[in-house]
């Protein structure tokens, strides 16, 4: 998968950027590592922004989440679309990939509709939590050595 180049009998080995992605087929390698840059700056950029403003939870909300997502879709840039989704739900990571998205939606429906500023804050720290372990899951054996590690530190029986 993360093979650039060619093969011996001639044919294009599958690769992280190449050709034969599917989606954004207009876009060459380049276009597509500029465009991930861009959407990855932009995220971390609003989720920088958004501390600025976080005395105010309904702004911190929205700009957070926004720029959490930018962050999050950056890499479809470089995968493509469908196979980035398709990551996202795989088994391993179905569950906290349901619970990101769930607290995406639920954070910016109390940011917007309910305008609760401790229920708003309840979702983001959930979502944080959740892209937490979202992301551990690419990380060989991450979420058992974390796991292991928060047992150990709430364990209170010795």
């Known amino acids: 998968m993360w093979n650039i180049g060619t093969g011996d009998d001639g044919e294009q080995d599958e690769s992280l950027l190449g050709e034969a992605s599917d989606g954004l087929c207009s876009l060459s390698p380049t276009q597509r590592i500029y465009a991930f840059a861009a959407c990855l700056i932009a995220g971390l950029a609003c989720m920088f922004l958004s501390m600025i403003v976080f005395v105010k939870p309904i702004k911190f909300a929205v700009l957070f989440t926004f720029g959490n997502l930018l962050a999050v879709g950056s890499t479809a840039f470089l995968l493509g679309p469908a196979q980035q989704f398709q990551m996202m739900f795989d088994p391993v990571r179905v569950f906290a990939t349901a619970i990101y998205l769930g607290c995406v939606v639920i954070a910016l429906i ?10 708003t804050l309840i979702a983001i720290i959930i979502e944080i939590g959740a892209l937490i372990w979202y992301s551990l899951s690419y990380i060989p054996f991450a979420r058992r050595m974390v796991s292991e590690l928060m047992i150990r530190l709430c364990d209170t029986e010795l």
Do not use: R
């Open 110 to 119: 109390c940011a917007l509709w309910i305008h609760s500023k401790l229920l």
